[in-house]
């Protein structure tokens, strides 16, 4: 064997807390103050029987009253309440400060937001190695379904012995290239069992994984991989979606020919169905063309052969990183979030146990993709701590046929399932019978995020899917929240069409007007503000902790700012708006305006551009683009598709323009500024209240712009 001697850092499994040890280890007794504020709270829940008592959290949240009661408890004990939830993992050592976090930018501190800092734990283990050894027999239990694209490619399962295994393994892989504790690890995966192994794998050693979505072109690739400056890419040879045959790897070796990227050392390549008979003709010539570097290249399972299968896990600060997610914002290049190990950890481990109401046996499943957020929480960390069944995959809802989610509910007795209100709304636009045909017996929960999801989806998603025996869990939350955040709980209360109803322990809302920046007292709509931090949070953006107090904490001094609308009802329920910044929503998809507007400007014959977003039925926004061409530059036809494939090959295929408006002028006041607003109005369209256009330096741009623009017609 070639591979290096393996670090082995043996811990005594006796210094692992369990969770049901921990309580009785760690909790303190109650001060005076606490003891009165429990009670008093415990006195206000009249008329239901609770199971939450002093030293532990319910294992469930059945009514309004019991969760207005621990609600009331986790704002005013901030402290007794997530030490309790820190209770439901595994910690090497169990933390003894649990909130310590500034929102004030304006004081001395600055932003800083630290939960459970002196504890120490390891994300792989809480995820995997701790359900087999608090119950051996979960070693058979099956962990991870994967239904590939194809419904009749073999299929296979895997238990949580056989991951463990292979987390290991592939956790030593990495090691053997040199990943240390704290480097950061590209990952550009399709959605397959083995992107949770690397997952899994780098946070066994306490890498920081850095997952790029497979859509993402490799200009976004290069981007991203420079900005955290990782040396090493976990790919794929090539990923299967919607019956096609998608090249990962060949977009690495793209991006990996640009300057930005000259610091990558290493690219360990899994091979898409290694060791499975079927492949597909354009998926085998794939392989076949693929380019290797010598040196820099490696197939995964050739490597998997060089390694045993001894690997500790890593003891990690709660506060060391996690992981790094991009997304967009509403100016300038993409935020590389960044979410640490406790906080994020407990809090996607609760929010999922509780909203869900996960029971030990139940078959759940994501459709995200691991390359956005909700992959991340809702497909691994929160599932998988719970020892949760997930069904991971590949493909997409409309292939072979638009029955593909309600057939593999079926195939595999799904229980929870959790989709995004784009999918929803283009499985709708089909006959019922695509879904009343299948059985879907096995459902007892539906839930929904990404964007909002409008009352007719919603009701067609309770009526038809769920046949009103679900509740929908509309979940509002953002890759910057870790975990949901307003959301109902599964049968605790009733649900309204389109609304997310309440907040989760611990999050506390605030509205706020825009225009005076003044607080609005509920019921009211506002822009949406959350008042003290949660242990889900983000903690900063990867090297530019200054942007992120820009982002979110000047708006408001002293909260953090969303970026989203709200409504706030008479009886408290939230309804989420939309966005109130240069952030689209499409499909569930975040695109910054100014990042399309950088790829337009790019074209040689640009001299402008100015991207704004319109109500879209189906895909909650669409794309409209003004651009303005350089003197004597032609209108063309031509040039109208050279653009939308520009923006398309520069950041990625699920971004595509749907109009591109030739405009010799913007709307601009007379200091340059372009006015967004206008040209929202006017693509919307409501240009009988276009506001005050007295600033812009000539207003007839404006009717020039009404005029030609198709959505006013
Ligand atoms: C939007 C996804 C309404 C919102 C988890 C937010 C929603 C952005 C909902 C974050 C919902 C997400 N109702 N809007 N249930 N869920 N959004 O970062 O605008 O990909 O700010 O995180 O999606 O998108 P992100």
């Known amino acids: 064997l070639t591979s290096p001697p393996l670090q082995i850092n043996r811990t005594s499994h006796h210094e692992i807390h369990t969770s049901a040890a921990s309580s009785a280890i760690w909790a303190s007794p109650l001060n005076n103050y606490q003891r009165k504020s429990v009670n008093t709270i415990r006195s206000r829940s009249l008329s239901t029987e609770t199971t939450w008592n002093e030293s532990s959290l319910p294992e469930k949240i059945k009514s309004l009253d019991e969760y207005k009661v621990l609600y009331d408890f986790s704002i005013k004990d901030p402290n007794r309440f997530w030490k309790m939830a820190a209770e439901r993992l595994d910690w090497y050592r169990f933390p003894t400060k649990i909130k310590n976090t500034e929102f004030d930018y304006r004081c001395e501190r600055g932003v800083d937001i630290k939960w459970y800092e002196d504890g120490i734990l390891n994300a792989c283990y809480n995820c995997v190695d701790r359900h087999i050894e608090h119950d051996h027999s979960t070693a058979q239990q099956v962990a991870l379904i994967f239904e590939p694209d194809t419904p009749t490619e073999s299929r296979h399962h895997v238990t949580y012995g056989e991951l463990l295994r292979d987390v290991k393994k592939f956790a030593n892989v990495l090691k053997k290239h040199g990943v240390k504790k704290g480097d950061r690890v590209t990952v550009y995966m399709p959605m397959v069992v083995e992107t949770c192994i690397a997952l899994l794998a780098c946070a066994r050693i306490g890498a920081i994984h850095s997952v790029v979505f497979g859509g993402f072109s490799a200009n976004n690739v290069a981007e991203r991989v420079s900005d955290c400056d990782s040396k090493i890419i976990i790919t794929s040879d090539f990923g299967v979606r919607g019956g096609k045959c998608s090249p990962l790897k060949a977009k690495i070796d793209q991006a990996l020919k640009m ?26 010539d794939l392989r076949s063309s693929l380019e290797w570097k010598d040196g820099r290249d490696f197939w995964v399972h050739e490597e998997m052969e060089k390694v045993n299968e001894i690997c500790e896990p890593e003891r990690m600060n709660a506060e060391d990183p996690l992981f790094i997610l991009y997304t967009s914002g509403s100016t300038g290049k993409p935020k590389g979030i960044v979410h640490t190990t406790g906080g994020y950890l407990t809090y996607t481990n609760l929010t999922f146990k509780y909203v869900f109401d996960y029971n030990p046996g139940d078959v759940y499943m994501c459709t995200a993709d691991v390359g956005w957020i909700t992959g991340h929480s809702y497909a691994i960390y929160g599932p998988m701590s719970n020892r949760a069944t997930t069904v991971i995959f590949e493909g997409v809802p409309t292939y072979p046929d638009v029955s593909r989610y309600w057939n593999i509910i079926d195939k595999h007795q799904v229980n929870i399932f959790y989709t995004a209100p784009t999918a929803i709304r283009s499985l709708m ?11 879907r017996q096995s459902l007892k929960v ?8 409008n009352p007719e989806a919603w009701e067609w998603y309770h009526t038809v899917v769920g046949e009103k025996r679900c509740p929908i869990i509309d979940s509002w939350w953002q890759t910057e929240t870790g975990g949901m955040m307003i959301t109902p709980i599964a049968h605790a209360w009733e649900l309204e069409p389109g609304v997310a109803t309440l907040p989760f322990f611990g999050v506390q809302t605030k509205l706020f007007d825009k225009a005076t920046k003044k607080p609005l007292n509920p019921p009211n ?109 032609e209108e063309t036809e031509e040039l109208r598709k050279q653009l939308i494939k520009l923006v398309r090959d520069m950041i990625g295929a699920h971004v595509t323009p749907d109009f591109i408006h030739f405009a010799p002028n913007l709307p601009k006041t007379r200091s340059g500024k372009i006015m967004r607003r206008i040209l929202r109005k006017i693509v919307e369209p409501d240009i009988s209240n276009l506001g005050d256009t007295s600033t812009l330096t000539d207003p007839s741009v404006v009717d020039d712009l009404i005029k030609k623009c198709p959505r006013t017609k």
């Open 259 to 284: 300057k930005q990227c000259s610091a990558v050392n290493t690219v360990l390549v899994f091979q898409r169905n290694h060791g499975m008979p079927e492949m597909k003709d354009d998926c085998a």
């Open 429 to 439: 636009a089909h006959d019922d019978k695509y879904v009343t045909h299948t059985s």
């Open 446 to 453: 539906l839930g929904s995020v990404g964007e909002p999801i």
């Open 525 to 633: 709509s506002g822009e949406l503000c959350i008042s003290d931090s949660w242990p889900g949070q983000a903690r900063t953006l990867y090297g530019a902790h200054e942007r992120f107090v820009d982002v979110y904490f000047k708006q408001y001094p002293n909260y953090y700012f969303t970026g989203d609308g709200c409504e706030i009802k008479e009886n408290g329920y939230h309804h989420i708006t939309g966005r109130v910044d240069d952030v689209l929503v499409i499909s569930g998809h975040n695109i910054g305006t100014a990042e399309v507007e950088a790829a337009l400007d790019h074209h040689d014959h640009v001299s402008e551009s100015a991207v704004v977003g319109y109500p879209d039925p189906k895909k909650n926004q669409g794309m409209y683009c003004f651009v303005t061409l350089k003197d004597d530059v």
